[in-house]
């Protein structure tokens, strides 16, 4: 769900590469998903590959600064 609400109307930073990563982790979500329902452990372990990968390519570009602590 978490890539679907990136791709809400107010959250796009831009509509395309941002749009790109978030379907990306929503398409490699599905696939933690469906392995981890055939309790396929080689097919888990790909998945969570792919989905930590989808991850790393949207925090490489938008980085989120630390809040600063008072």
């Not at 930073?13 to 392995?35: I, N, P």
Request: contains cysteine; negative net charge.
């Amino acid at each position: 769900e978490s890539g679907n609400l990136l791709m809400l109307d107010s959250r796009p930073v831009d509509k395309e590469q941002w749009m790109t990563v978030a379907r990306g982790m929503s398409d490699a979500a599905a696939k933690v998903l469906e392995a981890a329902e055939a309790k396929d452990v080689e097919a888990y372990f790909d998945a969570g590959g792919t989905l930590y990968e989808s991850c790393v390519a949207c925090h490489s570009k938008y980085v989120i600064a630390p809040a600063e602590s008072g």
